[in-house]
């Protein structure tokens, strides 16, 4: 059953998560997204051709499902291979000149083009834990 128009003013009102199987991130059976201030129980995922329509309604600060989804996708790049305090601040390496400081930030338009050309995240081998190496 699709969802009615969601427009969440706050991104903490999301969920993005992969699963832990060896399917590569950026594919339909291994991407996750769940509006949490709808969706609580995470049932409804917005990459289940069940809902897609629903990414058509969807908004976070202003910005479409599309260009929340490509920073979400250049934040887990980031932090796949990051090392002490860069994965606590991924926005610092992905922009080390500029003033952001959090998805919102990163949701300006004038970032757009530059996640469109980000690598989504890939892995070559499962390994129990986190391999900087992979």
Known sequence: MPLPQTTPTEPSTLSANT???CTPFGTPASDEFYDVARDP???RNYFDPTYTGTQAHYALL???FAHVVDRLYGLSMNTKACKGRTCALPWRTLHP?????????MLGEEFHGFYQRQPKVAFSSCVKGHDVAE
Do not use: F, H, N, W
């Open 19 to 21: 699963k832990t199987s």
């Open 41 to 43: 129980s995470q049932m």
């Open 62 to 64: 202003g910005r479409s």
């Open 97 to 105: 000149s500029l003033e952001v400081a959090s998805l919102a930030d």
